[in-house]
């Protein structure tokens, strides 16, 4: 059963418009949340992290919303550019894994239309 | 600075062949990972390696066999390759936590292997 679920396969959304993409996760112990980006033919590459002791983190266009009670967080991109276009997906890491390791979410493709 | 570099890009095997996927890193990380990415179902975790010499199992690990002979490699084998296999691989490393829980992941650019 998948720990961390993104419902939203894919998101379109106009430049200029805030995308807002979601993400469920079931794991109590789970207490770091991180996005990735990832281009086709290219490896996910970090975007913005979140600890869980925290309820929001901001960097420029990028925010992540974490609700901890709904076992829930978003990442808000405002504004967003056709260069956002990309797949998105969602990450999670519990204190108590030895190998550090990450739990990833299915994913959601955004497109954005100039 | 290459970060996390895979070795090929793309292969495409015959059942029952085997082969290893090399990776590399140059950031002096002790953890490295292998992930294998199939279309709605994200980055599943097949092996990982806590440090020179252990290997541990991920999610996925049947059919697969890692080593971690030096810091810097980590390869990943297949002894007899099945079409369940084909997909996109990618390795990644990391650093422990730190004293905020970061626990950024650095990815490689990924090998497409199909399994015919």
């Known amino acids: 059963d998948q720990q961390v679920k993104q419902n939203s396969p894919s998101l379109s959304v106009q430049e200029g418009r805030i995308s807002i993409l979601n993400c469920d996760y079931t794991n109590s112990m789970f207490d770091y949340f991180l996005w990735y980006k990832k281009y086709p033919a290219e490896g996910p590459t970090f975007l913005i992290s979140?600890?869980?002791?925290?309820d929001k983190n901001e960097d420029g266009r990028f925010t992540v919303f974490l609700n901890k009670s709904a076992k829930h967080l978003s990442l808000h991109i405002v504004p967003s550019q056709p260069g956002d276009s990309a797949v998105y997906f969602c990450?999670?890491?519990?204190?108590?894994?030895?190998?550090?390791?990450?739990?990833f979410g299915g994913g959601t493709r955004l497109m954005v239309k100039p | 600075n290459a970060g996390v570099t895979q070795t090929p890009k793309f292969r495409v095997l015959k059942t029952g062949q085997s082969m290893t996927l090399l990776c590399a890193q140059d950031?002096?990380?002790?953890?490295m990972y292998w992930y294998r990415q199939d279309p709605g179902m994200g980055l599943r975790l097949i092996h990982y390696s806590v440090g020179e010499g252990t290997t541990a199992k991920g999610e996925v690990p049947d059919g697969y066999n890692v080593s971690r002979l030096k810091k810097q490699n980590f390869l990943l084998g297949l002894e007899s390759a099945a079409p369940s296999q084909t997909s996109v691989y990618f390795c990644a490393s990391s650093l422990d936590r730190d004293d905020q829980g970061n626990t950024e992941a650095f990815f490689g650019q990924g090998t497409r292997l199909t399994v015919v």
């Open positions: 950031m002096n990380h002790e953890y």
């Open positions: 979140i600890s869980s002791i925290k």
């Open positions: 990450a999670a890491s519990e204190i108590m894994n030895a190998g550090n390791m990450l739990t």
